[in-house]
Nanobody, 121 residues
Framework: QVQLVESGGGLVQPGGSLRLSCAAS????????MEWYRQAPGKQRELLAG???????NYADSVKGRFTISRDNSKNTVYLQMNDLKAEDTAVYHC???????????????WGQGTQVTVSS
């Protein structure tokens, strides 16, 4: 079984910063692309940032210049550094990873349960 667990969320004032982590564990052969999403109440899930196994990154316009995605392959972990946070960043943040298990040669998408980020004064 493969699991993704997010951490690092919390309450922060506008203009503040947080760093989210998402650690993958289980019977993992290879992790390919890793991504961060968020979903606020009443809104659909939004793709924020992605990083390939080669280190190439992409960002949504809403977070470009403020958020940075990175990964540590030795720890099977992806990070999201969030700076200059705004009230509209309030949401549950989820990570997603494309993973090949040791028992399979097929890529599957795995999701974490999410971590809450609240930005308010």
């Amino acid at each position: 079984q493969v699991q993704l667990v997010e951490s690092g969320g919390g309450l922060v004032q506008p203009g503040g910063s947080l760093r989210l982590s998402c650690a993958a564990s289980g019977s993992i052969f290879t992790i390919f692309d890793m991504e961060w999403y968020r979903q606020a109440p009443g809104k659909q899930r939004e793709l924020l940032a992605g990083i390939t196994n080669g280190g190439s990154t992409n960002y949504a316009d809403s977070v470009k210049g403020r958020f940075t995605i990175s990964r540590d392959n030795s720890k099977n972990t992806v990070y999201l550094q969030m700076n200059d946070l705004k009230a509209e960043d309030t949401a549950v943040y989820h990570c997603n990873a494309d993973i090949v298990r040791r028992t399979s040669r097929i890529r599957n998408h795995y999701w974490g349960q999410g971590t809450q980020v609240t930005v308010s004064s």
